[in-house]
T-cell receptor, first 114, second 115 residues
Framework: DAGVIQSPRHEVTEMGQEVTLRCKPI?????LFWYRQTMMRGLELLIY????????DSGMPEDRFSAKMPNASFSTLKIQPSEPRDSAVYFC????????????FGPGTRLTVT | AQKVTQAQTEISVVEKEDVTLDCVYE???????LFWYKQPPSGELVFLIR??????QNEISGRYSWNFQKSTSSFNFTITASQVVDSAVYFC????????????FGKGTRLHILP
């Protein structure tokens, strides 16, 4: 089985540009999570979905960030406009159930905003 | 509030030595789950183990073993006869069954295995 798929793997963009990160979860997993990892703050949960519905977006840093899950096999995380402090590795993860289940992570997208 | 502390930021050991990574957690719930994840240099996080709060049996998987002690709120991870391929960042994490679906990760311990 394919694992969690993320694209692009690397993204370099200029400040002010829109950035869209994509994720395909493992088939059959009902939960999808978006994380951000930085040296300073470690691994932070941004938002998660259950059956395509956003459940908790309290980790989204500000209105510039938005996430959607139009169907069970696809999710996007959008940053508009991007800023240099958004530079980080963004991970998507999926799981069969709640946080009590193990999560399977994608390879991450390394975002650099100049 | 739930919290996970990995006091060791970085550890270096020589290959074939045993090494223990510490994890201390805080929770008010009686039902909770603990995890360890490995993040190798390639970047993706790899699930290693999940334990629930009612199962204090230690677990062994090859060179890996985990020591869960509720009395000290610790869930330590030991690698026996370490190998260079064990070099990675290791994260301990906690999830409370009664408190929504989040997993809280520790800051991680960066492990260097020197040849």
């Amino acid at each position: 089985d394919a694992g969690v798929i993320q694209s692009p793997r690397h993204e370099v963009t200029e400040m002010g540009q829109e950035v869209t990160l994509r994720c395909k979860p493992i088939s059959g997993h009902d939960y999808l999570f978006w994380y951000r990892q930085t040296m300073m703050r470690g691994l932070e949960l941004l938002i998660y979905f259950n059956n395509n519905v956003p459940i908790d977006d309290s980790g989204m840093p500000e209105d510039r960030f938005s996430a959607k899950m139009p169907n069970a096999s696809f999710s996007t995380l959008k940053i508009q406009p991007s800023e240099p402090r958004d530079s980080a590795v963004y991970f998507c993860a999926s799981s069969l159930g709640t946080g009590t289940y193990e999560q399977y992570f994608g390879p991450g997208t390394r975002l650099t905003v100049t | 509030a739930q919290k996970v502390t990995q006091a060791q930021t970085e550890i270096s050991v020589v290959e074939k030595e045993d090494v223990t990574l510490d994890c201390v957690y805080e929770t008010r719930d009686t039902t909770y789950y603990l995890f360890w994840y490995k993040q190798p240099p390639s970047g993706e996080l790899v699930f290693l183990i999940r334990r629930n709060s009612f199962d204090e049996q230690n677990e062994i998987s090859g060179r890996y073993s985990w020591n869960f002690q509720k009395s000290t709120s610790s869930f330590n991870f030991t690698i026996t006869a370490s190998q260079v391929v064990d070099s990675a960042v290791y994260f301990c994490a906690l999830s409370e069954a009664d408190r929504d679906d989040k997993i809280i990760f520790g800051k991680g311990t960066r492990l260097h295995i020197l040849p």
